[in-house]
């Protein structure tokens, strides 16, 4: 098992070796947060510990677990701890820890399992929300790309990078080569110390010998032209058997080299604080602090700098800080502020969150995606690129944050993070029809629009005419992944309706502020009722001929479409007259008509079979205006007219 851990339990917390007297007591050493050891003799001590102190271990073990940031673990005994006997709050603590180990579908049951019992709604329907919302993150495509730093990371802890002069970094690291010998009792690991990181060679070499010492030092940050630092050192007392706080030093640059650094007064000596940032102007300092005039735990404070002065320490605000942990500020060049929380509802540990500068503060802080979040502790991000709103592809951002993510090489791993500008593009199609109460009259009481099942979706890509075949499913939805700069058309059918075709294009088509675009699209399809005469309108002849006049032609290469939609159809066309001269002279015009109509789509490629030419003559009149019945002009036009309906199907679906 790796030995990971958090470096905010380090830097802002006291630095304490101050007994080498040998401690044999697990729940002593659990109280001393020296965890190591507490881990070691609690699995030791549980086996036969009294039935009233079992319990008790079990959670410190937990604990000291969770604090030296396994979760794995620490959900095993959290769990041994419920079968020994505790309450059911500690089904919180659990689903914490199945978060942290992203098992996302476990932590929701467990939650369920926590609000029956508990009736905390205020906690657990956040939590049950952002579980949901991490799995949909662990699939959904995105445009961002997280590697492990594996060059430059060990099996120590290595955090807290920042750009450096000549395109190199600073890194914070405890691994061997780190200054001194002394041991964090947290994790057993060495004091951090400052390191310099060649970025072409990827070596590293210590900082300087001013800045680093037997203490732990962290987090620096410079202003633009690296003639300024700040960082975190904690323990002020060179004898570590003297209890030490963590505070921000200073120094400036003596050639080559760093004068001594000095410490920075912005609370009391018996206050931690650290984690410095330097915004890119100078002109302010964020850093952490878990002063008690804060929100709670530790928040996040700044102060202006004027002169090189620095001013007081003013607390960021409730938009930022809560009752738990806010840590690790860093900021962008427009001011947004970027910092890590476990007071906030996230993706699991430590979440990094952003807010953006309003005129009197900040604005609502957001949380960061996947998979700049994670499970894990997710800390620290800094750019090295930002998105300027003009790039239209390629690279548009480039940074580095810290995270104890599965997968890493140990402790904290610090990983690269890079934004790309692309898109990807899914079709939503949902198909409809009409409902009636007689399903064979549309006539009928009209009962509102229903979503079909079953429907058959022909798939087309253009260029390839590659071809899916696809199903709706029962709330009549088809889903399809387009590409880009792609022409596709579609033809859905089902049996009773007509076919429909329709087009999709992602050609031109980009999104900045996205990266899955979805074209969604309602069709809806026509009911087939085979006894219906279905006018078709505008469809002109000369005087007591048969030739379809120019006009007419628009209208019926409309319909070569839908001819060719439905080419599982067999289709009457028909063609009536007024009552008006004989009744043989009208029976023979209507027919010749219909013909034309006919041969015209027939000379475009309507297959003969599909068509049935038929003339009724004056067979069916739609008003009273029969022979010998005096009726305007407008009313025997209404008789004279064009139209098709369906004879039969063979209910086979082609595509052209």
């Known amino acids: 098992m790796k030995k990971v851990f958090v470096?905010?339990?380090?830097?802002?917390?006291?630095?304490?070796?101050?007994?080498?007297?040998?401690?044999?007591?697990?729940?002593?050493?659990?109280?001393?947060k020296k965890y190591e050891l507490a881990k070691s003799?609690?699995?030791?001590?549980?086996?036969?510990?009294?039935?009233?102190?079992?319990?008790?271990?079990?959670?410190?073990?937990?604990?000291?677990?969770?604090?030296?940031n396994d979760p794995k673990n620490a959900l095993k005994w959290y769990n041994n701890a419920l079968e020994n006997g505790a309450t059911t709050n500690i089904l919180f603590d659990i689903a914490m820890?199945?978060?942290?180990?992203?098992?996302?579908?476990?932590?929701?049951?467990?939650?369920?399992r926590y609000k029956a019992t508990s009736y905390d709604e205020l906690r657990t329907i956040p939590e049950i929300s952002i579980c949901k919302k991490a799995k949909e993150a662990l699939t959904k495509p995105n445009n961002m790309t997280v590697e492990n730093y594996e060059k430059i990371n060990t099996s120590s802890s290595d955090f807290s990078v920042i750009a450096f002069k000549n395109n190199n970094l600073v890194i914070s690291s405890s691994r061997s080569k780190a200054k001194g010998e002394n041991i964090h009792p947290w994790n057993g690991e060495k004091n951090s110390d400052l390191f310099l990181v060649d970025r072409k060679t990827n070596k590293l070499s210590s900082l300087d010998s001013l800045l680093n010492s037997e203490l732990p030092e962290a987090n620096i940050t410079f202003n633009k032209n690296f003639s300024i630092a700040y960082f975190t050192r904690c323990g002020f007392s060179k004898d570590v058997?003297?209890?030490?706080?963590?505070?921000?030093?200073?120094?400036?640059?003596?050639?080559?080299?760093?004068?001594?650094?000095?410490?920075?007064?912005?609370?009391?000596?018996?206050?931690n604080v650290g984690q410095p940032f330097l915004t890119?102007?100078?002109?302010?300092?964020?850093?952490?602090?878990?002063?008690?005039?804060?929100?709670?735990?530790?928040?996040?404070?700044?102060?202006?700098?004027d002169n090189n002065e620095i001013g007081f320490a003013i607390n960021a605000g409730y938009t930022i800080n809560t009752k738990d942990d806010e840590l690790f500020p860093t900021t962008d060049s427009k001011g947004n502020l970027y910092f890590s929380s476990n007071g906030r509802t996230g993706f699991g540990g430590l979440d990094i969150f952003k807010a953006e500068p309003i005129k009197r503060g900040f604005d609502v802080s957001k949380q960061m995606p996947y998979p700049i979040n994670s499970g894990a502790d997710d800390f620290a991000l800094v750019y090295t690129k930002e998105f300027d709103g003009k790039e239209t592809n390629g690279l548009i951002e480039e940074g580095f944050f810290v995270s104890t993510r599965k997968g890493g090489k140990g402790g904290d791993d610090i990983y690269t993070y890079k934004k790309e500008l692309f898109n990807t593009f899914k079709l939503e199609l949902h198909v409809m029809a009409k409902s009636f109460e007689d399903p064979e009259d549309d006539t009928s009481k009209f009962l509102g629009m229903i979503s079909l099942d079953s429907a058959e979706i022909i798939f087309i890509k253009n260029l390839t005419k590659e071809k899916v075949v696809e199903m709706t499913d029962k709330n009549g939805n088809a889903f399809f992944p387009l590409e880009v700069e792609t022409d596709y058309s579609l033809l859905i059918a089902k049996k009773d309706y007509f076919n429909k075709s329709i087009v999709v294009s992602t050609k031109n088509y980009k999104d900045l502020t996205k990266v899955e675009i979805i074209l969604k699209d309602t069709v809806e399809l026509e009911n087939i009722f085979p006894q219906k005469e279905i006018v078709i309108d505008n469809i002109y002849y000369d005087l007591d001929k048969a030739n379809l006049r120019p006009e007419s032609l628009p209208v019926l290469d409309k319909l070569v479409s839908f001819f060719n939609e439905n080419n599982d159809l067999t289709i009457e066309i028909g063609s009536h007259t007024d009552s008006r001269g004989s009744d043989d002279y009208n029976q023979d015009l209507s027919q010749r008509r219909a013909q034309s109509v006919v041969n015209y789509f027939l000379e475009k490629g309507i297959p003969k079979t599909q068509l049935i030419p038929k003339g009724y003559g004056e067979t069916k009149i739609l008003n009273g205006c029969v022979n010998d019945i005096e009726c305007t002009e407008e009313e025997h036009q209404k008789n004279r007219r064009t139209s098709f309906r369906v004879v039969s199907s063979d209910g086979v679906l082609e595509s052209n």
């Not at 080559?256 to 009391?268: N, S, T």
């Not at 878990?290 to 202006?304: H, S």
């Open 41 to 68: 003799l609690l699995n030791k001590e549980i086996p036969t510990a009294k039935s009233t102190e079992k319990l008790l271990k079990i959670i410190e073990l937990a604990e000291s677990y969770r604090f030296s």
């Open 7 to 32: 470096l905010f339990l380090i830097m802002l917390s006291i630095y304490s070796c101050k007994t080498n007297k040998e401690i044999n007591d697990g729940s002593l050493a659990y109280k001393l």
């Open 97 to 112: 820890m199945q978060k942290q180990t992203e098992d996302y579908d476990a932590a929701i049951k467990t939650l369920e």
């Open 280 to 305: 890119q102007d100078g002109k302010r300092l964020y850093f952490s602090s878990d002063a008690p005039v804060g929100y709670g735990g530790r928040d996040i404070y700044f102060a202006n700098i």
């Open 241 to 271: 058997n003297q209890n030490g706080y963590c505070h921000i030093y200073k120094t400036e640059k003596d050639g080559d080299g760093w004068y001594e650094p000095e410490k920075v007064r912005l609370f009391d000596d018996t206050i």
